[in-house]
């Protein structure tokens, strides 16, 4: 079988975009929720940002790199 890049590619950003919407609708709970003002709410909401930077970064990184195939010079 043979790598398909573009599909590589809709794949990786299709799963970031899912991610980041869920991981916003989380992060906009998580500061309604009085509960969750606290210690356990703070970690959940550091959390919650990092992984929507995470799921950025696989958006515009991954994905498009993947998509236009960039090549990335080796190191030796």
């Known amino acids: 079988m043979e790598f398909d890049g573009n599909k590589a590619a809709v794949i990786t950003i299709v799963t970031g975009i899912i991610g980041l919407i869920i991981n916003v ?21 550091s959390q919650t940002i990092s992984n929507i930077g995470n799921c950025t970064a696989f958006i515009f990184m991954a994905g498009v790199m993947t998509l236009v195939y960039v090549s990335v010079p080796h190191w030796p």
């Open 25 to 45: 609708n989380v992060a906009v709970a998580l500061r309604k929720c009085r509960q969750f003002g606290y210690a356990f709410g703070m970690l959940c909401f």
